[in-house]
């Protein structure tokens, strides 16, 4: 079974830095897809950002240059340095690991909240 554990949300000002990162059990994220979504309230759920299997990188327009997503194979995780951040970067963040006909899961998410 596969479990993901998302930890280093919470509060932050405008402009500042957090880092979240996503522990996985029953896989090995190098084998997949990992990404970071977000949903704000009363919003749909949004690709942030993703690393492939080969460590291809994708970001949404909306944190190219702010965000960047990592992999530790060693550890298992995945992790998201998220900086210069802006209110509108609030939301429910949540991790996924993507593999065709494989896996598809998601970790219960862990809250930002970035105030002006």
């Known amino acids: 079974q596969v479990r993901l554990m998302e930890s280093g949300g919470g509060l932050a000002q405008a402009g500042g830095s957090l880092r979240l990162s996503c522990a996985a059990s029953g896989t090995a994220v190098r084998v997949n897809t990992m990404g970071w979504y977000r949903q704000a309230p009363g919003q749909q759920r949004e690709m942030v950002a993703a690393?492939?299997?080969?460590?291809?990188?994708n970001y949404a327009d909306s944190v190219k240059g702010r965000f960047i997503i990592s992999r530790d194979d060693t550890a298992n995780t995945v992790a998201v340095q998220m900086n210069n951040l802006k209110p509108e970067d609030t939301a429910v963040y949540y991790c996924?690991?993507?593999?065709?006909?494989?896996?598809?899961?998601w970790g219960r998410g862990t809250q930002v909240t970035v105030s002006s």
């Open positions: 996924r690991a993507y593999r065709a006909g494989f896996v598809d899961s």
């Open positions: 690393i492939t299997s080969g460590g291809i990188t």
